[in-house]
Structures are given as structure tokens and as C-alpha cells.
């Protein structure tokens, strides 16, 4: 009985707003009423909720920030049939009724007294947009009046396009999806104009009831009512009978998909998000904001792949720690016992998971979870034969039987020709980031292998020694203090402390070697520490810290004490590229930036960063200022080309080009690793060590284990672009010097070379005047010739 009541109370209420459309229209209540309801004014400028999006600065989108996945299309962005079908599900005469269908009406009403349920046409899709944007979701006769009202009202002041492409965009499918191309990459992974017909169909069925027909949680019900819109689709004429058959017949593949960026760039992704929200609330998570960053697409790609490179190469020196885990698999085991072996198990890192389930002698065959089976050759594994702390060469192979058995969890690594290599996640991290010296342009940024395990962005929260890669800027320092190239310091013994005491400091170089008295520039090429000691001592350490402020360097918590020559500080990956951009741009400092501009979801610009950039002719707050003099830098850049050419970097001329420039870092027991370089137009630097400052091992220094990071990046970054020169400024000359002296050779000297030099910092004559190169006064004052 009550049952009863409950229909026949709807189906009055149904034929009240008949009659209410009937006598309003007739009597002219509406007229007096209109005036009332709302203004469809809101409509026109309605605000979705759309969440926080992240762009490269080409385009490329990197991530989605909000609860609510939305996003908005045009009527005409939206394909044809998606309308029509959406139309056949909810309200077929809606290009024909003025907002209120009154055949719908009573096919509703009839269809409620007959069968006991609520079927399709008792409200229109303008009845639902009133609801949705005006009304409360109450079912009373008054709300109920106020929507047919309302619905009239809009469908007299927008046009149907207008009133559709609301609808199409605000409606709820399930699943945090608002609107249909929401819709279409939450369950199928793509946008609407790639979607199978079924695929339409299935979710234009959802608006009805998202939960109950959600073809993730219940299959079945969607199923049906996917195939009742077919149904539809076909008696309205919109689809042939083959289309139709196809359609009934194949098989839904719906899944849940996030919105897949087009560039992995997590990091820069969530430092974009945090400031945005600092900067305007929560609301940045639903009001369709839309962040440009100063990434290049194809320099992120390749800073993501060099770290990786790098930190693998290094795991595999070291050899293979064994399984993930291990499972038991029955000998009939297929494709639905390897997914349930690797449950729980996703790509990191770029290395999918794989379940062995075959081992050859020297091959083993593994399974992955979408049920490819894969073989991987000898080639693949011979590096796998035991965990080893140092790195040496492999051994001769002993055969896959001794190293894997059916069952083992492994990963793997693609690699070229569509094959495959054993690998496994790293425990050592590692850091990439890119900058524009001209203007401080974050171009590039790697925080770390996997930020779905890690989201510690190492390059900008690890703060860690840099190691050598700090010389540069004592070395600047000293040159600022009369300094030259050519300057004598003794490579010999030190000691700090009494001779008996067993913890006195006693420093010493890589090699533990001592090459005796040698210029400046050898010293950095070949990364003498022993020099770098006495040049800090020499020239005092706060004189040292005061220039090196220069750079960008916060140094108030830095030690005071003879350390900070070999890097004992802590910075971080950024600080340091920072500091480097002062070389490459010729003595400017610049502010690392990674916002470019912040759009609202019409494309109106909310903030547009204006970087100070290098503009040596600009007076104005545009300018970077300069803080190192040009010919300071050009010698530090003349000296760390030599690192490359000829030193701890030599490894970097496989790049085969004259224009770089930079310098290795490795700290004690080689627990951080690093190379800083540059050309005028990028400067990187990568880092490798464990988040847990732990030995790396022998042999792993910053050149072996984070200059081939650094090399993989600038093949890409500077692939086709030209070198460039480095221009002498004036104020500089070139003579020829004594090598072992650093006094100007003779005339006659076979084995003197060349060496720059301030106008009024050349060594005093040896045994007969040199011609002064590059038009400079010939002879001057000398040099501080120190020799310790």
C-alpha cells in the first residue's frame, strides 16, 4: 500500500507541473512569476569546477592537482554522435521541446503507474541544468514548479547549443568525473573523439545513475545499459545495423586512468602546485587554473633519462642483489598466475615488473603483467653475479641456473630493438637540473629515480657537500685577489694539529699523491686539494666567503675553517647550478625561476614572471647586476674548459665540442658525487650518492658516476646548437709563459706555453721579452708568485 502511495504521489506531482505549464502558459502567471527565478545571466558565465593543471612551457601537460576531474569542452569539440547518443539516453525531442517535454512528461507518468519504476523522459536536459546550476535537489511540488519554470526560462534565453555544452560539461559520471571528456579519460584513457561507439554509448548511459551503472564497480548493469542506448541509437536511425551488431558484440575494457601526463616531471609538477596554493588558496584546486613552467619538453625527457642512466649504470657496476621476491608458480601456470604474482607491483622508475618462468644456461624467460613473455640473452645478465660494494670487472659467466630460479619477482630495462635487460630498482639516487644562464630559466629537473617512491626532491631539499665542484669559486676568489693562472702553490704534505695527536687533520688528495709546486691551473685541472688549502689560507676565509656570496651563496651557516677549500659545506643541486650560471652568463647574477606565467581557465594571464635578465647595456631593475668582472670569468672558464679537455672531465670530450666548460666533485669515502659544467648557453649539474650520505664504493667519483648524467643531458641539449667561442674581454693579455716557473719564456723556450693574464698581473721577464699576444702592454707588475 504504501508503495502505492509513493507512485501516485510522483505521478500528481508530475501531472501538477502539467497542469501548472498549462495554466501558467494560458493565464499568464509565468509572465508574473519570471521576473523571480533566477537570471540566466550565471549561465553565460558559468565557473566549472576544473581542477589545477601543470604545463611545460611548450605545452606539454605534466600534471593534475583537484578532487574534481574535469575537462571542459566546446559543443563542437564534442563528436556528433556522442550528442545523439547522449540525447537517446536522456532526451530524445530535445531539439524539438522549449525546455519542458510534455510527451516525456506523460510517457513518464504512464510508465510509472505500469511498471513501478521511474523511467526515461520525465525531465528534460534543461529541466536538469536548472536543477544542477539553480535549484536544491528536494522533491517538492515547489522545487519541482521552479525547475519547469526555470527550464522554460532558459531554454527562451540560450540557445540549445548553449544549454547542451552546460549540461555536457557539469554533469556528474562517476568516479570524480564531471562531464564527458572527464569521462572519457577516467574509464577508457583517452578523449572523445577516439572512443569506439560502444564506448560512447556506455558513457552516455551514466548520467541516469553514475554509481549504479559504473562500469568499474558493477560491469554487468552497465552492460545493459550500454546496450540499451545502442538500442536507441539504432531505432532513432542514428547507427546502421552493422555498427549496431559490432557494438552489441564487443567486449567493455573499461579501467580507471588518471590523466597521463605528456612529460614525467613530478617534481616541477608539485613545486608548481605548492606556490600556486600559497599564493591562492584552495581554490586554485577547482577554479581551472593553468600553470606554465619554464620546462622544455624535450630537456625534461632528457634530464628523466640521463638520471636514470646514470644511476643504473652505477648499480649494475656493482652487481645484482637479487629478487624483489619470489613465488611459488605451478608447473600449468599462465597468464592469470604471473598477473597474481606480480600483484601490487607497478612500473618504477620506467622498469616494469616480470616473474621468471623459464631459466636456459644462459638465458632466462619472464613474464610481465600484461602477459607478454620475454626473453632475455646472456647479454642481458651476465652483470648480475653478485652483490659487490666496489666495482670490478664481471666474471666469466657461470650460467643463469646459478643466479635465478622459476618464481623470482625481477625487473626489467629496455633497451634497443625492442629487447629487454635484467635490472632492478637502484638504492642509490641521484639529481638532474638545467638552467638558462641568461635569464635563471629552470629548464630542466630530476629529483630522483621514481617519485612514486620517493617524492624527496633532491635537487632542491638534499642539502649536501659539493665536494671539488666548489673550487671553482675559491679559485675566482684568489684571482680577484691578485691572483693569475699561472700563481705557484706547493702540492706537498699538510697537517693541522699536534704531529702526535692520531685525529689531526691531515688532508689529502684523491690519489694521495703530492706533485710539489704547480700553477693554478694545473691544480684545478687535476683537482689538487692540497693547493685549494693553501689558496683559502693565503687569501683568508672571510675574504673567501665574501666573494663567493657573490655567487648566490647563502654562507652564514657555513664552517669557518680550512675545510670549506674541499667543500665541506652543505648546498644543494640548485645552489650550485645557481652559482654556475655567474660563469656561463659572464659575471651576472640570476634568480632560478620555474613559473613562467599562471592562466585562469579562459586564458586570462594571473601573474607573468619577469626575470631579471643579463643586459650589460640595461640601467633598470630588468638587469641581472653584474658580480664578477668579465675577465674574472673569462679565465675561471678558460681553466675549467681544461677540466674537461684535459682533466678530472676529460671523459666529456666524447661530446666532441670546445665550448665546455666545469668541474667534478667527490667528498670523502666518495659519498656524493658530482659535475657541475656548462657552455654559454645551459648550465647542469647532476648529483649521485644515497639519500643516507654512505660510501659509494672505490673508483666512484664525480667523474665516473655523475659526469656520464651530465654528458647524456647536453648530447640532447646542445644537439645542432653551434658552439660559441670564448670571447677575451679586454683588459686581458696572452703571453708565453715558463710551465714550471710561470715567469714569460724566452725566445728561444721550446717547451713554454700560453697563459692569459690581467694587463697588470704579467709575470715578470725571463730570459729574453716575449711578444705580448692579443694587442696587451708588454711586461707589467708581477703577480703574487706564493709559494707554500
Not at 56 to 61: A, E, P, R, V
Not at 376 to 384: M, R
Not at 395 to 406: C, Q
Not at 737 to 745: D, R, S, V
Amino acid at each position: 500500500m504504501n508503495d502505492f502511495f509513493k507512485k501516485l504521489r510522483t505521478v500528481l506531482l508530475v501531472l501538477l507541473g502539467l497542469f501548472a505549464v498549462s495554466g501558467l502558459a494560458a493565464g499568464g502567471i509565468y509572465s508574473y512569476l519570471a521576473p523571480k527565478l533566477p537570471s540566466t545571466e550565471h549561465l553565460k558565465d558559468v565557473r566549472l569546477q576544473v581542477p589545477l593543471r601543470v604545463y611545460t612551457h611548450d605545452g606539454k601537460l605534466i600534471g593534475e592537482f583537484g578532487e574534481m576531474k574535469r575537462i571542459p569542452l566546446k559543443y563542437a569539440e564534442v563528436p556528433d554522435l556522442m550528442i545523439k547518443a547522449v540525447l537517446a539516453a536522456e532526451d530524445d525531442r530535445y531539439f524539438q521541446h522549449h525546455g519542458v517535454d510534455y510527451q516525456g512528461l506523460l510517457r513518464a507518468s504512464w510508465y510509472l503507474l505500469t511498471t513501478g519504476e521511474k523511467g526515461q523522459g520525465g525531465s528534460t536536459i534543461t529541466m536538469q541544468v536548472a536543477r544542477n546550476f539553480f535549484l536544491s535537489s528536494e522533491k517538492t511540488y515547489s522545487r519541482k514548479i521552479s525547475e519547469i519554470m526555470l527550464a522554460m526560462k532558459i531554454d527562451r534565453e540560450l540557445t540549445k547549443e548553449e544549454i547542451l555544452e552546460l549540461y555536457l560539461n557539469k554533469i556528474y559520471l562517476g568516479n570524480r568525473a564531471y562531464g564527458l571528456g572527464a569521462a572519457a579519460q577516467v574509464y577508457y584513457g583517452t578523449d572523445l573523439k577516439h572512443l569506439s561507439v560502444a564506448q560512447m554509448a556506455m558513457i552516455a548511459g551514466l548520467p541516469k545513475a553514475p554509481s549504479r551503472f559504473n562500469p568499474i564497480v558493477a560491469p554487468a548493469r552497465a552492460l545493459e545499459r550500454r546496450n540499451y542506448v545502442l538500442r536507441r541509437l539504432h531505432e532513432l536511425g542514428h547507427i546502421p545495423d552493422d555498427v549496431f551488431r559490432a557494438s552489441l558484440a564487443e567486449p567493455d575494457r573499461a579501467s580507471l586512468h588518471a590523466l597521463a601526463p605528456e612529460v614525467e616531471a613530478p617534481d616541477i609538477a608539485e613545486m608548481a602546485r605548492a606556490a600556486v596554493v600559497e599564493r591562492y588558496g584552495e581554490a586554485a584546486y577547482t577554479s581551472g587554473m593553468r600553470v606554465y613552467t619554464t620546462l622544455d619538453s624535450r630537456l625534461q625527457r632528457a634530464a628523466t633519462a640521463a638520471l636514470r642512466g646514470a644511476v643504473l649504470a652505477y648499480d649494475g657496476r656493482h652487481g645484482y642483489r637479487g629478487p624483489e621476491r619470489h613465488v611459488t608458480l605451478p608447473a600449468s601456470a599462465g597468464a592469470q598466475e604471473w598477473r597474481k604474482a606480480l600483484e601490487g607491483l607497478s612500473t618504477a622508475g620506467g622498469l616494469p615488473p616480470g616473474v621468471v618462468i623459464g631459466v636456459q644456461p644462459q638465458a632466462i624467460s619472464v613474464a610481465l603483467a600484461d602477459g607478454r613473455k620475454v626473453q632475455i640473452p646472456w647479454a642481458g645478465l651476465s652483470w648480475a653475479q653478485g652483490y659487490r660494494a666496489s666495482p670490478r670487472p664481471v666474471a666469466a659467466a657461470s650460467g643463469s641456473a646459478a643466479m635465478f630460479r622459476t618464481g623470482d619477482v625481477v625487473r626489467l630495462q629496455p633497451v634497443q630493438g625492442g629487447q629487454w635487460r635484467l635490472a632492478q630498482i637502484p638504492k642509490v639516487e641521484g639529481a638532474m637540473v638545467a638552467i638558462r644562464p641568461d635569464d635563471g630559466a629552470i629548464v630542466s629537473l630530476a629529483g630522483g629515480f621514481d617519485f612514486a617512491r620517493s617524492k624527496f626532491n633532491r635537487v632542491t631539499q638534499a642539502s649536501r657537500q659539493p665536494g671539488s665542484s666548489f673550487k671553482p669559486f675559491l679559485y675566482s676568489a684568489a684571482l680577484e685577489h691578485g691572483y693569475t693562472p699561472a700563481s705557484l702553490i706547493n702540492d706537498a704534505p699538510l697537517m693541522f694539529g699536534d704531529a702526535t695527536d692520531p685525529n689531526a687533520w691531515r688532508p689529502q688528495n684523491y690519489n694521495e699523491e703530492f706533485l710539489g709546486p704547480m700553477r693554478l691551473r694545473e691544480a684545478l685541472v687535476l683537482s689538487r686539494n692540497l693547493v685549494s688549502i693553501r689558496l683559502l689560507q693565503a687569501i683568508g676565509i672571510e675574504t673567501a666567503l665574501n666573494h663567493v656570496s657573490r655567487f648566490g651563496f647563502q654562507t652564514q651557516n657555513w664552517p669557518r675553517n680550512l675545510s670549506l677549500a674541499l667543500g665541506s659545506m652543505s648546498i644543494t643541486p640548485l645552489d650550485l647550478a645557481r652559482a654556475y650560471t655567474v660563469f656561463a652568463n659572464g659575471g651576472y647574477r640570476v634568480q632560478p625561476y620555474y613559473i613562467e606565467r599562471i592562466e585562469d581557465m579562459k586564458g586570462a594571464v594571473l601573474m607573468q614572471a619577469k626575470p631579471a635578465k643579463v643586459c650589460p647595456t640595461c640601467t633598470d631593475a630588468t638587469a641581472a647586476p653584474r658580480v664578477v668582472s668579465a675577465q674574472n670569468v673569462y679565465l675561471m672558464t678558460s681553466m675549467m674548459q681544461d677540466v674537461i679537455r684535459r682533466g678530472t672531465a676529460k671523459r666529456a670530450m666524447q661530446l666532441g665540442r670546445q665550448d665546455l666548460a666545469g668541474k667534478t666533485g667527490t667528498t670523502n669515502e666518495q659519498r656524493d658525487t658530482w659535475f657541475a659544467g656548462y657552455n654559454p648557453g645551459m648550465v647542469a649539474v647532476s648529483w649521485v650518492g644515497f639519500d643516507t650520505p654512505t660510501p659509494m664504493g672505490a673508483q666512484e667519483t664525480g667523474g665516473s658516476a655523475a659526469l656520464p648524467m651530465w654528458m647524456s643531458f647536453m648530447a640532447t641539449a646542445l644537439n645542432g646548437v653551434p658552439e660559441r667561442a670564448l670571447e677575451q674581454p679586454p683588459g686581458l693579455v696572452t703571453v708565453r709563459i715558463n710551465p714550471a716557473t710561470g715567469l714569460l719564456a724566452g725566445a728561444n723556450d721550446a717547451g713554454a706555453i700560453f697563459e692569459t693574464f690581467p694587463e697588470n698581473a704579467v709575470p715578470a721577464e725571463g730570459e729574453a721579452q716575449p711578444a705580448v699576444l692579443d694587442g696587451g702592454a708588454e711586461g707589467g707588475a708581477a703577480a703574487p708568485e706564493q709559494l707554500f
